[in-house]
Structure formats: structure tokens, C-alpha cells
């Protein structure tokens, strides 16, 4: 790929980037008022977050058990109001045992 080609991608990325974050700014000057739409929005980051994560996390291992374990346990950690660092931790520690006692 030449320079002048990665160089129009970075401006066109850096564009649109600069633009959705624009955007909301000018367009809603005013607080939202609808309760729906509100709530909705609110949930917005954790849902990009997973859908960017959980994919991942079943590729991450040689098996898709061990994979689920581990979820399993940050799911657990995370809703017992753990860390991220004890969740992240713990995951990794479940995945590790996992993959050892099943001998993958």
C-alpha cells in the first residue's frame, strides 16, 4: 500500500472519528427528556463493550470450554462487585486451571 493511500485513510478515519463525536454536541444542546431514549442510551457503552468482548473471549483459549469457564467467572466476580483487576485475575486463573486439569 502506498503512502499517499494509508495517509487518505488516516484523514478519512480521523474525519469521521471527529464527527461522531461532533455531532452529538451541536444536535443536542438540550437535555434529553424521554426516559426511553435516555435509558437506552445509558446501556449504549456496555453493550459495544461486550459485543466487542465476548466474541473474543471464545478464541481466545485452544477450548471453548475452558473459554466459558472462565466467562463464567468474570461474570461471577464482576457481579459479586469485584475489581476489574480481581475479575481479570480470576478469569485468567479459571482459564489457566481449566486448560491444565483438562490437559489441553
Given at each position: 500500500m502506498d503512502?499517499?493511500?494509508?495517509?487518505l485513510s488516516v484523514?478519512?478515519?480521523a474525519g469521521?472519528?471527529?464527527l461522531l463525536r461532533?455531532?452529538?454536541v451541536t444536535v443536542f444542546q438540550k437535555k434529553i427528556e424521554n426516559r426511553?431514549?435516555?435509558?437506552?442510551?445509558?446501556?449504549?457503552p456496555y453493550a459495544v463493550l461486550a459485543a466487542m468482548t465476548i466474541p473474543d473471549i471464545?478464541?481466545?483459549?485452544?477450548?471453548?470450554?475452558s473459554a466459558a469457564l472462565?466467562?463464567?467467572?468474570?461474570?461471577?466476580?464482576?457481579?459479586?462487585g469485584k475489581s476489574l483487576l480481581t475479575?481479570?485475575?480470576?478469569?485468567?486463573?479459571?482459564?489457566?486451571?481449566a486448560e491444565r486439569l483438562m490437559g489441553i
Open positions: 503512502m499517499e493511500r494509508v495517509l484523514a478519512i478515519m469521521v472519528t471527529y461532533m455531532l452529538p426511553f431514549i435516555r435509558s437506552f442510551l445509558a446501556y449504549v471464545f478464541f481466545a483459549t485452544s477450548s471453548l470450554v472462565g466467562l463464567a467467572a468474570a461474570v461471577l466476580l464482576a457481579y459479586r475479575v481479570a485475575l480470576g478469569a485468567v486463573a479459571v482459564v489457566f486451571l
